[in-house]
């Protein structure tokens, strides 16, 4: 079972649901999803059963609502109600699957009577035996957080032809300048750190240096946008890093005129595309955490995002 995946994909982006007790921002209303554009990614789901290979499926995250993007409902009182949220998803979809500005193929999904689990909540299988669109190879990168099979990368799925990438989000390396400035912001919200001095020694104080703070993802659009992940390297305790603190990638962002301010931290950045048609590209994270799955949603230039927020039990 895993807490963290190397980050080591070309593109990636996220939102939250719980299972036994309700988040906040998962009682937001039902999105009317009959014609607004919905946002999605294509998954592969591994099975329990170590001889089946992972099936494919799209999980439905968000709604075009007015100008703004709605989640669709996550929340659980009990595991009785996996049976009754389907009702609030559409019933059937043909998705156009994108990476990267392209337009990968059409996949159609169907929704379920019922959600399996707390971690399939969203899902609705892909219909037919024809070939899915994939990118690269299987990865653990990219498997659940309780899985411990390979899968494919997920890809965006856009109830529309919408897939187009206006922004050109890129991988670039970031300015000396950018990089100060968010380490100065890493260093004001961890002033202190906790290390050890090999496996088998006790966690104690770290007094940590720049050279500690490594940039693992940097990203630029076309208007002067751009996004960092900084986090602590040199993790040498026995076991994984904690779920949260500063081995946990830390994301800032910085606009046209150079001011950096923090984003959000534990999510990897799955794809960039103008979903909506509005001309501008909106950026998809996908969370991790303990016992967390889901997809997480920038626009409108970071000013707006939106969640969708699910937990595995």
Not at 187 to 199: D, H, V
Not at 278 to 305: D, P, T, V
Request: proline content about 7%; charged content about 20%.
């Amino acid at each position: 079972m895993k807490l963290f995946r190397c980050l080591s994909c070309y593109f990636a982006v996220a939102i939250i649901c719980s299972a036994p007790t309700a988040l906040t921002a998962q009682h937001a209303a039902k999105p009317s999803h009959t014609k607004s554009v919905m946002l999605g990614v294509l998954e592969r789901i591994s099975s329990d059963v170590s001889t089946s290979s992972p099936k494919a499926a799209v999980r439905v995250l968000f709604a075009k609502r007015g100008s703004n993007w709605v989640p669709f409902p996550t929340a659980t009182r009990s595991y009785g109600d996996l049976r009754l949220l389907p009702q609030s998803y559409p019933g059937q979809v043909t998705w156009t699957i994108a990476f990267d500005g392209r337009d990968l193929g059409r996949v159609v999904t169907r929704r379920p009577r019922a959600f399996d689990s707390y971690g399939d909540i969203g899902l609705e299988k892909v219909l037919g035996v024809g070939p899915v669109p994939s990118v690269g190879k299987p990865s653990m990168s990219f498997s659940s957080w309780t899985s411990d099979t390979p899968v494919m990368r997920p890809l965006v799925a856009v109830s529309k032809p919408y897939y187009r990438d206006p922004d050109q989000w890129k991988p670039h390396r970031p300015s000396q300048e950018a990089i100060t400035k968010a380490r100065s912001l890493f260093r004001n919200k961890f002033p202190s750190a906790s290390n050890c001095r090999g496996a088998d020694s006790a966690l104690m104080p770290w007094r940590y240096s720049d050279a500690d703070i490594r940039v693992k993802k940097a990203y630029a659009s076309n208007n002067g946008w751009a996004i960092l992940e900084l986090s602590l390297t040199g993790w040498a305790c026995d076991g994984m890093e904690a779920s949260h603190g500063p081995f946990v990638g830390q994301w800032y962002v910085s606009d046209p005129t150079d001011h950096v301010r923090f984003l959000a931290s534990g999510m990897w950045l799955v794809d960039a595309g103008d979903y909506d048609e509005n001309g501008r590209s909106a950026l998809l994270f996908s969370l991790e955490g303990y016992n967390i799955g889901g997809y997480r949603l920038y626009y409108r230039n970071f000013k707006k995002s939106v969640e969708y927020v699910f937990h595995y039990h």
